[in-house]
């Protein structure tokens, strides 16, 4: 009797791990619809929310600024003004954002990485490219890193974070500080 409680507990550790490593990317069987793939025209709601590209004659660098969840480029405003005197930036306006709920609610993370990824490797054709992402940009901005720190041609020449929701947790590296920051992803 002792040891059937025993191995239940052992086998339900042993799931929770093994789903949570199965679920950690991407969730399990996802598909994005093919509509939200499709380019459009989207309405913008503000002037201010449109992506912009601020050029600098001299520089052959470029920061990339990526804002947060349910954020605009606007959030960049003053910081890229200061930047754009010695350097070329590039302010994106991920999908969904800067228009209405419901555009909104029909995009997905994975479409939002998708869209910088698209862009970084489009400026890194011409630029030595660094990324500042704030809050989610910030963890996009990491991902993007992690993705391509190993490829000298298209490594990014720098990463800045302003903020962003990231913990040293993982699983598989063998590395655990606190087990509850695994159950977030099954709350949001």
């Known amino acids: 009797m002792k040891y059937k409680k025993l191995i239940i507990t052992a086998s339900g550790i042993f799931l929770f791990i093994f789903f ?19 380019e459009g025209k989207v309405r913008i709601f503000s002037q201010e929310a449109m992506p912009r590209f601020m050029a600098h004659p001299d520089s052959h660098k470029v920061i990339l600024f990526i804002h947060g969840y349910k954020a605009t480029p606007f959030d960049f405003h003053y910081l890229a003004g200061h930047f754009s005197r010695q350097y070329n930036v590039a302010l994106l306006l991920l999908p969904g954002h800067g228009t209405s709920e419901e555009e909104f609610q029909k995009t997905y993370f994975s479409q939002w990485y998708s869209y ?29 890193a992690e993705e391509f720190y190993d490829k000298k041609d298209l490594a990014p020449s720098g990463v800045i974070c302003i903020a962003s929701p990231v913990f040293l947790n993982c699983f598989n590296r063998g590395v655990l500080f606190d087990w509850r920051l695994y159950l977030i992803r099954y709350i949001s």
Do not use: W
Not at 20 to 37: A, C, G, Q, R, W
């Open 116 to 144: 910088a990824k698209e862009q970084y490797l489009r400026y890194r054709k011409k630029y030595r490219v660094y990324l500042c992402g704030l809050s989610m940009g910030g963890t996009i901005s990491l991902r993007l």
């Open 20 to 38: 949570t490593y199965l679920f950690n990317e991407t969730p399990f069987m996802y598909h994005e619809p093919d509509e939200y793939k499709k």
